[in-house]
């Protein structure tokens, strides 16, 4: 039978020898306040470099701009395709000055193209600094509806205003169906999946990493003969469960750790940011004050953020990291005592590993398909359903399903970790040459060397 008082104290000697190192502690207060720093440079570098951008458009063709009577200036065609945006604005002549001039009269950008255009659909965006990917996006489309008007205006058998009722362009917004033939909305699969991946990452990461670390200490105490005085006062399987526990305990601090830090760190920004001490303005309206939330919205490479459910993934991601590292964890100390160095160790657990790996891979393919069905039957796998499962509760998924197979990985963790009870006790005295998953079986069937 266990005793609970000696597992402890090898539990709080692992915590307390690995915690409280310097490595460990610049590790997990840096990492928080660096990710949300990231996160900080991204919002405030895209609101500093938010410039207006004023084009010049050389219509030498005279394809999409006309003289306007009254004012004597070219004016477009197509009024409609040039909607009033925010720090985005046009210009139209038949042939633009030198760079270093049309530069000098305030324009940002000029694009250019000869009468060729409407077949070969190519042009030229001449800068000398970059608009930026948005701004060149809107005037890509706003060009092109011009181009647009003005084929239709060189074909005989239309005329815009019955091309315009003719078009037909269908938005297709994202619900879900329940059950009782309710619609949900929802939408946003793709992102969400990406959101789940980058989850599972991080606990595949984690779980190797802290792996790993399990296989060396093994190996070291192995090695130092440490472990013949650990098993002089308790049993080697004690000994391994304190070990795998103490171990997870302190990957689980650190967890926890980044996710506290993460969310002050983020709360002070938040606070600075909507008290205006960073100088947050709404892009366009002067020194009107804006929010965090509402900055990251407009930002295409924040606003995703804003979809997650930070709680429910925290949540989960604690509670597959808890499964998945019991069950692999023993796993590693089981080999760890089998083997006389790391290199053997590492060599051996690529099989071990393998099942992760591939979990990793299959989640990558959730970015582009959410829904494949080899993500729910390996959510219910144990060795995959660490990292499987944190991509299907990011995109949505009945609790009773994450409650079972989460059920289902402790089962099998505790089984495995029986079974590495009975290979460490054989494995942590094994001072042989031999070593290999044949002697690994024979220790686990109870069987010594």
Known sequence: MMRSGLIGAVIAREWRTRVFKRSFLIGTLLMPFLAVGLLAGTILLTQATDTTNVVLVEDAPGLISRIDQASGQLVPLCPGCFPERDKLSYRFT????????????????????????????????????????????????????????????????????AYQRLKFELKLIDREANDDGARLDGGGEE????????????????????????????????????????????????????????????????????SVLSTLAFSAFQFAFDSGALGSTIPGQGEVPTDLLTAMAENDLTAILLDINWGLMVISTIGYFIGGYLLYGSIYAAVGGSVQSEQEGQAMVVPVIM???????????????????????????????????????????????????????????????????????????????????????????????
């Open 355 to 449: 099942p992760l790996m591939f979990a990793y891979i299959v989640g990558s393919g959730a970015i582009a398909n959410p829904e494949m069905g080899a993500l729910t039957w390996l959510s219910w796998f144990p060795l995959t359903s660490p990292v499987i499962m944190l991509v299907r509760v990011a995109v949505g998924v009945a609790w009773w399903e994450v409650a079972l197979s989460w059920a289902l990985l402790m089962v099998s963790a505790r089984l495995v970790l029986a079974l590495a009870g009975r290979a460490y006790r054989h494995g942590v005295l094994h001072t042989g040459k031999s070593s290999g998953w044949s002697l690994l079986f024979q220790w686990i069937r109870g069987h010594g060397s």
């Open 191 to 258: 992102i969400r999946g990406s959101i789940g991946f980058l989850f599972s990452a991080l606990l595949f990461l984690v779980l190797a990493v802290y792996g790993g670390m399990i296989l060396r200490s093994v190996v070291e105490e192995k090695s130092n003969r440490v472990v013949e005085v650990l098993i002089s006062a308790v049993r080697p399987e004690e000994l391994l469960l304190g070990k795998v526990i103490g171990m997870g305990a302190v990957a689980l601090t650190q967890l926890v750790a980044w």
């Open 94 to 161: 038949r042939e633009a000055p030198a760079d270093s001039i049309w530069l000098e009269e305030g324009y940002t950008v000029l694009v250019e193209y000869d009468g060729s255009v409407l077949q070969n659909r190519a042009g030229y965006l001449v800068y000398d600094k970059s608009p930026g990917s948005a701004a060149k996006r809107n005037i890509e489309r706003d060009l092109s509806k011009a181009m647009e008007h003005a084929r239709v205006l060189e074909s005989t058998e239309l005329d815009w205003q």
